[in-house]
């Protein structure tokens, strides 16, 4: 199984509060894991990437940070929101060890900043 | 940097006709993979086809097939006998060989089928 899960679906939350969005996978050990943004209208943004534990790779400087605490566990957080943090935020994973694997995607959460 | 292009915003089709949808990408690695994911309203990424760059043969599922110009770095999506589930946001990605893992995906193309 490559089931993610994410939480949540919805949210709303004023500009200026904090943010922490989980994501955790099942299925083979030490996957990749990916945060994308799709704001409105607009592609996939890649945010963040991890290949390991405390490994995290940042894509676009941003007030959002990344943590991977555990192996299987994906966080996405931000100290203050800003109104542009609006927008559908999906967590990925592939499996580590080969090369040509896709992605396996959770069901996203909406972000409103308001 | 890598980076994938699809020009086209929105696509429409009659139902049993074929429509392609089109992706560039922009890289100087020569080992890469691409994808086209579908993203029906439900916002759940599916995978459709994948191709490894070092393979020739163009990837086929199904209805599904691409045009993979290695040359032209170009990766486009042909829909045969479209159906009315295949209306949905169809996005292009790409991946790097070896020791990258980032994937890398296009704007999207929102694709509507009439019946």
């Known amino acids: 199984s490559q089931t993610i899960h994410q939480w949540p679906a919805t949210l709303v939350q004023p500009v200026g509060s904090p943010l922490s969005l989980e994501c955790t996978v099942e299925g083979t050990s030490n996957p990749n894991l990916y945060w994308y943004r799709q704001a409105a209208g607009r592609g996939l943004q890649l945010l963040f990437y991890?290949?390991?534990?405390?490994?995290i790779s940042s894509e676009v400087p941003q007030n959002l940070s990344a943590s991977r605490p555990q192996d299987r566990q994906f966080i996405l957080s931000s100290k203050k929101l800003l109104l542009s943090d609006s927008g559908f935020y999906l967590c990925?994973?592939?499996?580590?060890?080969?090369?040509?694997?896709?992605?396996?995607f959770g069901q996203g959460t909406r972000l409103t900043v308001v | 940097a890598q980076t994938v292009t699809q020009s086209q915003p929105e696509m429409s089709v009659q139902e049993a006709e074929t429509v392609t949808l089109s992706c560039t990408y922009d890289?100087?690695?020569?080992?890469?993979?691409l994808f086209w994911y579908k993203q029906p309203p439900s916002r759940q990424m599916i995978l459709v086809i994948r191709?490894?760059?070092?393979?020739?043969q163009n990837a086929t599922e199904n209805r599904f097939s691409v045009n993979f110009q290695k040359a032209a770095k170009s990766f486009s999506l042909k829909i045969s006998d479209s159906q009315l589930g295949d209306a949905a946001m169809y996005f292009c990605a790409y991946k790097g060989g070896g020791a990258t893992n980032k994937l890398i995906f296009g704007t999207g193309t929102l694709l509507a089928v009439q019946p």
């Open positions: 191709q490894e760059a070092y393979k020739q």
């Open positions: 990925a994973r592939r499996k580590g060890f080969s090369e040509n694997t896709e992605a396996f």
């Open positions: 890289t100087s690695e020569s080992d890469y993979y």
């Open positions: 991890s290949i390991g534990i405390g490994q």
